[in-house]
């Protein structure tokens, strides 16, 4: 049973950056991708980033240029720069686990809440 942990959500100013966490524990070795997700509220859970085992990205197009996933695959973490960001960024964001087809498939940790407003 993989868990997710995310941190380093909060306040921020628009145009301001901050630094997002996930720490996995457990056996992620049938993971072919470590993902951000991001939902608002009143709206459904997006995509937002993902890095593969081969270090294949995607992103959003809403947050390209402005985001940037890495991973420490030592520490079975994986992050999210955001940078230069915008009222639209604001939800509670969270990390999973991705198969070959893109499909989520760790259980849900709790997230880590982002909110962009001067």
């Known amino acids: 049973q993989v868990q997710l942990v995310e941190s380093g959500g909060g306040l921020v100013q628009p145009g301001g950056s901050l630094r997002l966490s996930c720490a996995a524990s457990g056996s992620i070795s049938s993971a072919y991708a470590m993902a951000w997700y991001r939902q608002a509220p009143g709206k459904e859970r997006e995509l937002v980033a993902s890095m593969s085992n081969v270090r294949t990205t995607y992103y959003a197009d809403s947050v390209t240029g402005r985001f940037t996933i890495s991973r420490d695959n030592a520490m079975n973490m994986v992050f999210l720069q955001m940078n230069k960001v915008e009222p639209g960024d604001t939800a509670v964001y969270y990390c999973?686990?991705?198969?070959?087809?893109?499909?989520?498939?760790?259980?849900w940790g709790q997230g880590t809440q982002v909110t962009v407003s001067s």
């Open positions: 999973n686990l991705q198969d070959s087809s893109g499909r989520a498939f760790a259980s």
